[in-house]
């Protein structure tokens, strides 16, 4: 009885103990690649990027969009990230704040999401899928889906994924 | 719309007989320039015209008598810079609130075509003019040939989102032939379902006829038309083949007129557009 009650006891301290230190400790790095257009006009892609479990509840990531023009005027070219727009950006509570910046041009962008933010940290267990959306003014539009499932807690997690034309190479490990 | 119910009657049947009887055959609709914006008070601008392809100016205009703006508390708001031209209608709408704004022109009320002495055909109201209920015994002649009286509603409408979609605009004002969303009019996709229930009279309208077109029409051979119809509960459901603008046409009738009017008709039309994913 004793020495059963221990057994769990300690098991139970494992695993408080191995998600205490995967909440404490770990960021999930993103690695988003801008592809250069070879197009007369070309503007920077208004991205987002989220999590979205089964029943499509959105946890907001990250935003990049021209928030620097005058009169917010470039809030007026948000719901072109269509999908974003549904599921997160058209909420009333204006959930995405956090991971805001401008848009960025061609290249490999990184950007890191603290596992242990009070976002992430509460976030329920089950299967995701970590969307990142494009969108380029007088330009196309496009969606990358990366099922993944929650929490991430393996060390070698990593997933990867590619666009076809509006986004480039997607890279995320666990760090 | 905190207007008594008579004078709503007497308003809405004055404002709409116009159009209810020139737009026979033709297909009248409102075609907004967006229907979910984001941004801080945004713009749209409609066309409001009756044609036969979609969604062209062709024919003749939507009139603009009898259009109303309700925002999304359902409060009548103003449109602005409205103008009628040759073949359309123009006007622009500033979404101040966030929400479902709702552009509309409704009408209906007793109505009689027969044919003369001569074998002419004639109606009454007549074209343009307003039906007067009092003045139905004196204006139409009892016994002229193929008399037919009836109760005729019409209401075409579009809607528009700022921000998150509300479902205030949505509750019926139970006349006519009215369409009562289950899956909101600007939340709709590509290969998704979208259900909506229709009201005549404010009752679940059972076996409406849906004409649902996708604009373009000129540039392809087959309308594409896709026909429902309304099941027991009154509810029509549409899987969205492709994303575009759609019509959205709806027809009722019964027989279930009070005296002088033998049948009941409503006809009703909405442009709703479907997103790609």
Redesign the interface.
Known sequence: MNRLFWLTFSLFSMTLFSNYTFAADKSLLMEIEIPRMNVAEYHKPYVAIWLEDSNRKATQVALWYDLDMKDNEGKKWLKDIRQWWRRVGRSAQQPYDGLTSATKGPGKHKLSIALDSETFAQLPAGDYQLRVEASREVGGKEVVNLPLTWPVTADEFSLAASGNAELGNINIKLK | MNLSQPFKKILTVGVMMSLAFSVNAHRAWILPS?T?????A?WVTFDAAVSNSLFVFEHVPLRMNGLVAQDPSGKLIDVVNAHTGKYRSTFDLNLVN?GTYRISTASGGLRAVWRDENGKRKMWPARGKTAVASEFSTAVPKNAKELRVSESYRRIETFV?S???TKKVFEPTNSGLELVPVTHPN?L?VGEEAKFQFLFQGQPAVGVKLAIVKGDTRYRNDQNQIDVVTDAKGYATITWPEAGMYLIEAEYEDDKAKAPATSRKGSYGATFAV???
């Open positions: 967006s979910s914006l984001s941004g801080e945004p966030p989102t921000g998150e979609p939340d996709f997103l790609p994913l």
